[in-house]
């Protein structure tokens, strides 16, 4: 009666699913695996504490800031990224804004327009508090 939860390829599993038809205009608060095919406009934070994986599939778009755990692009993003373990770009991804990152990944054909801001010089730079609390998290 009820289907398993759908995995992507790495074997990661989706918990919330966003359409290509779908646009949402506001923020978004997640755990767990979101998958991204359609529109957001506004910002995309993972609750403090919990796993979270965000995928933005090649047709999707996210118009904003994002801060999560691990952060998968293979569509398009305007705005600043800040993933407290990991940044994967894929091979279609196209980022407008600056990644802040622990590990960063980026395949062929994947397009940054933007700095790449490795954590540890973030915090030196500004702190040791600097990268726990985004300002994402900041105003939630």
């Known amino acids: 009666m009820f289907k398993p939860k759908p995995t992507r390829p790495d074997g990661q599993s989706i918990d919330t699913l966003i359409g290509p038809q779908v646009i949402i205009r506001g ?10 095919e359609g529109h ?3 910002k995309v934070v993972a609750q403090d504490g919990e796993k979270a994986v965000l995928t933005l599939a090649e047709q999707g778009s996210i118009e904003g800031e994002i801060s999560a755990p691990v952060v998968i692009i293979n ?15 894929a091979a279609k991804a196209r980022v407008h804004g600056n990644l802040h990152y622990q590990v960063v ?15 540890d010089a973030e915090a030196t730079a500004a702190g040791p508090a600097a990268f726990q609390e985004t300002p994402a998290l900041a105003e939630a």
């Open 105 to 119: 990944e980026m395949s062929a054909g994947a397009q940054l327009t933007g700095r790449l801001v490795h954590a």
């Open 27 to 36: 923020d978004i608060s997640f755990s767990g695996g979101l998958y991204v």
């Open 40 to 42: 957001i406009l506004g």
């Open 75 to 89: 569509g398009r993003m305007t705005g600043d990224v800040y993933a407290r373990d990991r940044i994967e770009l």
